[in-house]
Nanobody, 122 residues
Framework: VQLQASGGGLVQIGGSLRLSCVAS??????IGWFRQAPGKEREFVAAIRRSGGNIKYADSVKGRFTISKDNAKETVYLQMNSLKPEDTAVYYCASTRVVWSLVSDQARYNYWGQGTLVTVSS
């Protein structure tokens, strides 16, 4: 089991970035994105079920972020548009088999990738 997140970088306010999470060896799971801003606790961003495609977003990113998957590539994407300074954080992807109602609970995730830093600046 391996998760590899990538795609972070420096972007201007209002810009876009696409994060990728390659989740090798994981099929019938949910992949979640979380983020941790400096001095803050890690928080849920979005999740997608690899089979069936259920999707959930945190209220703070609804309408701006889109989570998607390409099962053939074992990859989950997080398209981030209209980025704000408060989106600055280290973004992590993780996997879980927990029931869908609990997918925003980071304690339910078993495997985590390394983080990728997103910095939104003027």
């Amino acid at each position: 089991v391996q998760l590899q997140a990538s795609g972070g970088g420096l972007v201007q306010i209002g810009g876009s970035l696409r994060l990728s999470c390659v989740a090798s060896g994981l099929t019938s799971v949910t992949i979640g994105w979380f983020r941790q801003a400096p001095g803050k606790e890690r928080e849920f961003v979005a999740a997608i079920r690899r089979s069936g495609g259920n999707i959930k977003y945190a209220d703070s990113v609804k309408g701006r972020f889109t989570i998607s998957k390409d099962n053939a590539k074992e990859t989950v994407y997080l398209q981030m548009n209209s980025l704000k300074p408060e989106d600055t954080a280290v973004y992590y992807c993780a996997s879980t088999r927990v029931v869908w109602s609990l997918v925003s609970d980071q304690a339910r995730y078993n495997y985590w990738g390394q983080g990728t830093l997103v910095t939104v600046s003027s």
